[in-house]
Nanobody
Framework: QVQLVESGGGLVQPGGSLRLSCASSKSILSIAAMDWYRQVLGKERELVARITNSGNTHYPDSVKGRFTISRDIAKKTVYLQMNSLKPDDTAVYYC?????????WGQGTQVTVSL
């Protein structure tokens, strides 16, 4: 069982930055991959960043160069640094853990990019 708790969402102006945090109840080195997804009401949840237990990262083109996923192993926490935010980045952001065949989700945190 893995419990995930996100924090750091909020309201930011276009061009601004936010950092999301995802605290895990289990060592993140023992989890195959940890991701950030986002979802807009009425649309499918989409992957925005992934970090594997070996430290490899992956980003879709929509956020590449603007978002950075990182981790603090000692704190069992994964971060999502979001820069140059756009209104289209507005969504609920979810932390996800793929624990070798089992999926776990956080409760989500709202990010709103608006003037």
């Amino acid at each position: 069982q893995v419990q995930l708790v996100e924090s750091g969402g909020g309201l930011v102006q276009p061009g601004g930055s936010l950092r999301l945090s995802c605290a895990s109840s289990k060592s993140i080195l023992s989890i195959a991959a940890m991701d950030w997804y986002r979802q807009v009401l009425g649309k499918e949840r989409e992957l925005v960043a992934r970090i594997t237990n070996s430290g490899n990262t992956h980003y879709p083109d929509s956020v590449k160069g603007r978002f950075t996923i990182s981790r603090d192993i000692a704190k069992k926490t994964v971060y999502l640094q979001m820069n140059s935010l756009k209104p289209d980045d507005t969504a609920v952001y979810y932390c996800h853990a793929f624990d070798w065949g089992t999926n776990y989700w956080g409760q989500g945190t709202q990010v709103t990019v608006s003037l």
